[in-house]
């Protein structure tokens, strides 16, 4: 059974540092690996979406990398921002399935 | 881009009463739909996977006679809690499948928070 675990649970920056999240997972027999935000009481958002045959995606201030052979991936976020504020969750696509980790609170603090 | 939209946004009912949730695909056919649950401060939990005109498959611990799916249509599915009590307020997501792009591409709807008194 795929487990995944996000650390930091918690996270509290200055605004503008360079910040790193962590995600792991222990079956790397994935489809792909996703990254999502998630706003207090709201939905998700997709950031990032890596397929299994890539090393890392790039969107504006984000980029995510992933190591299918460690069963890891990150989530760079450049010149971090108040409004970068969320909870970050990753994602790893198996089959059917989605297993999400438990994520990762972050506050940028202005 | 691909919208799921989930109806309603927001319940507040009365313990023992029945709260159905809608989860609909806008501008793609999904055969397959997700429902999750997640707790205050906690990770989504995977509840059940709904399937277009079949039984929707139940994870392990998810009491499918409390948790009722239908998926009628190929844009919609409903998750009826029944007989609600305080223990089931969370908030609730869905997803979809689209298939024309892929196995792996779910979209995910905005959430629906149950509050049951």
């Known amino acids: 059974k795929q487990e995944v675990t996000q650390i930091p649970a918690a996270l509290s920056v200055p605004e503008g540092e360079n910040l790193v999240l962590n995600c792991s997972f222990t079956d790397s027999a994935i489809y792909n690996l996703q990254w999502f935000r998630q706003d207090p009481g709201k939905g998700l958002t997709s950031l990032l979406l890596?397929?299994?045959?890539?090393r890392e995606q790039t969107s504006g201030r984000l980029n995510a990398s992933l190591d299918k052979s460690s069963g890891r991936s990150t989530l760079y976020i450049a010149a971090s921002q108040p409004g970068d504020s969320a909870t970050y969750l990753c994602a790893a696509t198996a089959g059917n399935m989605l297993t999400f980790g438990g994520g990762t609170r972050l506050m940028v603090k202005p | 881009g691909a919208v799921v939209s989930q109806h309603p946004s927001r319940v507040i009912c009365k313990s023992g009463t029945s709260v159905k949730i809608e989860c609909r695909s806008l501008?793609?056919?999904?055969?397959?739909m997700f429902w999750y649950r997640q707790f205050p401060k906690k990770s989504l939990m995977l509840m059940a996977t709904?399937?277009?005109?079949?039984?929707?498959?139940?994870e392990q611990g998810v009491e499918k006679d409390k948790f009722l799916i239908n998926h009628a249509s190929l844009t919609l599915s409903t998750l009826t809690v029944t007989s609600a009590h305080p223990e089931d307020s969370s908030f609730y997501i869905c997803?979809?499948?689209?298939?024309?792009?892929?196995?792996?591409?779910?979209?995910f709807g905005p959430g629906t928070r149950l509050t049951v008194l």
């Open positions: 501008d793609f056919q999904a055969t397959t």
């Open positions: 890596i397929q299994s045959s890539q």
């Open positions: 709904s399937n277009e005109g079949s039984k929707a498959t139940y």
């Open positions: 997803s979809a499948r689209d298939s024309s792009r892929g196995p792996d591409t779910q979209y």
